[in-house]
């Protein structure tokens, strides 16, 4: 069952309202951000026939979120439905996780292209005319946790955003774009300068930044370690008070804890 905020992010880009936009989810972690690109990518894929590209800042947090990706495909027995391949800059090859690597299988083939941002840039890029079949059916832009893009290291990626956006329209595609962060102040106008959109390309209204999971009670535990005489440093002096350390309390908890068993 998905949310509020994930629905109206799928809307945006299904173009149910009669138009496909660009959209920024920027809901709190742990509200199905990576789940609605997910869904996003699949549902271009098979209903609309197109080439889906999910951009992450590093390889490392790449990797992670497209193993949870392809885990789901499995479990929903989708992956025979979607070829799903990624390309990372700190590996040498194209690794394809549902279709078999001994055929010649090339970047195009592939409708859902994991990647990173260095790997778009250096290797991508500079051989697009060898993966026309990508770019040529390009549909949908996942930017991945777009917070990691600040500093000189986002102003190098929005450079590489904007080259990906020319080099699809070179093949004649315009993708749409899904760029998943955390809410700023200036959010609109980051995510209009990062991918330099045209004032008529994207809107404030596009941006889902409300949370509309159902929230539990919490419970709120205050631990106050108990209290004990210290040593009596001497012979006329007043005894202290002295109160025992938390940390070693929660380490000894936490061993009680996992020797049982939990």
């Not at 991508?124 to 390009?138: A, G």
């Not at 993708?175 to 959109?197: C, D, K, M, Q, Y």
Request: aromatic content about 8%; overall charge positive.
């Amino acid at each position: 069952r998905l949310h509020k905020h994930q629905h109206k992010v799928l809307d945006l880009l299904s173009g149910s309202g009669g138009l496909v936009r660009h959209a920024a989810l920027t809901t709190a972690i742990g509200s199905g951000r990576t789940w609605v690109s997910h869904l996003a990518a699949i549902d271009v894929v098979l209903r609309r026939r197109g080439h889906v590209l999910i951009v992450h800042p590093d390889p490392e947090l790449g990797r992670a979120a497209h193993t949870r990706f392809c885990d789901r495909l499995r479990s929903r027995q989708w992956d025979s439905l979607v070829g799903v391949a990624a390309r990372w800059s700190n590996e040498p090859d194209v690794t394809w996780h549902n279709r078999n690597e001994g055929a010649d299988m090339r970047i195009g083939d592939a409708d859902i292209l994991a990647t990173d941002i260095h790997a778009l840039d250096r290797i991508l890029l500079p051989e697009h005319n060898q993966h026309r079949e990508l770019f040529q059916r390009l549909t949908l832009v996942v930017a991945e946790n777009m917070e990691k893009y600040s500093g000189i290291f986002g102003a190098d990626a929005s450079l590489v955003f904007r080259r990906l956006r020319r080099v699809a329209k070179h093949h004649g595609a315009e993708p749409h774009v899904l760029a998943i962060g955390p809410r700023t102040e200036h959010h609109e106008n980051f995510v209009s300068r990062f991918f330099r959109f045209h004032p008529h390309e994207f809107d404030a209204t596009w941006i889902v930044s409300a949370d509309h999971r159902g929230k539990k009670q919490k419970e709120v535990i205050f631990w106050n370690p108990e209290l004990y005489h210290g040593q009596q440093l001497a012979p006329q002096a007043r005894p202290r008070l002295h109160r025992r350390s938390c940390i070693n309390q929660a380490r000894n908890v936490l061993g009680t804890l996992l020797g049982a068993g939990y």
